[in-house]
C-alpha cells in the first residue's frame, strides 16, 4: 500500500498518539513538544506534554505532515510558524549571525523503529512542504545534521543535510559541529494556480485573436 499524507489535526491526533505511545512518549515523554517551548521553560513530565500537545493541535498552533500506512501513521516531519517553534537547537550560535528570521521551521522527523530505513522521512519532508505552500508559502528553515553514515538514528531527528539539499534546500550558514542552517522559498500554492490560470487565460486570448485573424 503507497504512503500517504495528512495534516496533524484533531481528526488526525489520534492516530498520532497511538505512534507516540507505541514509543513510550518519544526520547523520555517529549511528545514533539520541546521544540514549541520557550528557551530556558520550566521541564514538566510526558502527561503535562501530552495535554499540552494536544491543546496546540486543537488550537491550530502545532503542524506536521503526518505520513499515514493505511489507517496507522508510521512517522512525521514537524514544522511550523516561527513563533511557533522558538526553541531550536544551537540557539546562541544561530542568533549570533541571524539578519532574517524565516516564516517557518522545519523542526524535527520521527519515524516508527520498525520502519525506519525505508525513505518515509524524505516522504514526510515533500509532504510537509507542500502543506506549507498549501499554507501561503514562504521562506522555511531547517536544522539538521550533517554525519558519517554510521550514526544513530536518534542524532538525526533534525534530518540529514543531503535529505535537505536534495528536496531543494541550501546550505546558508553553519551554527555547530554538524548542524547547519539550510533554507528554501516555497511558493504558495495559491500564487501556483493564479499563475497557472493566468497562463491559460492569456494561451486562450491569443488563440481567440488568431482565430479572428484567419
Not at 550558514?173 to 493564479?194: D, L, N
Request: charged share 30%.
Amino acid at each position: 500500500m503507497p504512503l500517504t499524507s495528512k495534516p496533524l489535526a484533531p481528526d488526525t491526533w489520534p492516530a498520532f498518539a497511538r505512534l507516540v505511545e507505541k514509543h513510550n512518549g518519544i526520547f523520555g515523554g517529549c511528545w514533539c513538544i520541546s521544540f514549541h517551548l520557550e528557551p530556558g521553560e520550566k521541564r514538566h513530565g510526558a502527561a503535562a506534554y501530552r495535554k499540552m500537545k494536544e491543546a496546540l493541535v486543537r488550537e491550530g498552533r502545532a503542524h506536521a505532515a503526518l505520513v499515514f500506512d493505511g489507517r496507522e501513521a508510521v512517522g512525521w516531519c514537524q514544522f511550523g510558524l516561527t513563533a511557533e517553534l522558538p526553541n531550536i537547537r544551537s540557539k546562541k550560535a544561530y542568533e549570533r549571525d541571524l539578519s532574517e528570521l524565516p516564516d517557518w521551521r522545519i523542526t524535527c522527523f520521527f519515524i516508527d523503529r520498525e520502519r525506519r530505513g525505508e525513505g518515509i522521512a524524505s516522504f514526510a519532508l515533500r509532504e510537509a512542504v507542500r502543506e506549507i505552500a498549501r499554507l501561503g508559502g514562504g521562506t522555511v528553515e531547517a536544522y539538521p545534521e550533517e554525519y558519517g553514515e554510521k550514526v544513530s538514528s536518534s542524532f538525526l531527528c533534525s534530518g540529514t543535510l543531503g535529505m535537505f539539499e536534495k528536496a531543494g534546500f541550501e546550505k546558508r550558514r553553519k551554527i555547530a559541529m554538524h548542524r547547519w542552517v539550510v533554507a528554501r522559498r516555497v511558493p504558495s500554492e495559491t500564487a501556483g494556480r493564479r499563475a497557472k490560470s493566468d497562463v491559460n487565460t492569456a494561451s486562450r486570448e491569443v488563440d481567440v485573436a488568431l482565430r479572428v485573424h484567419d
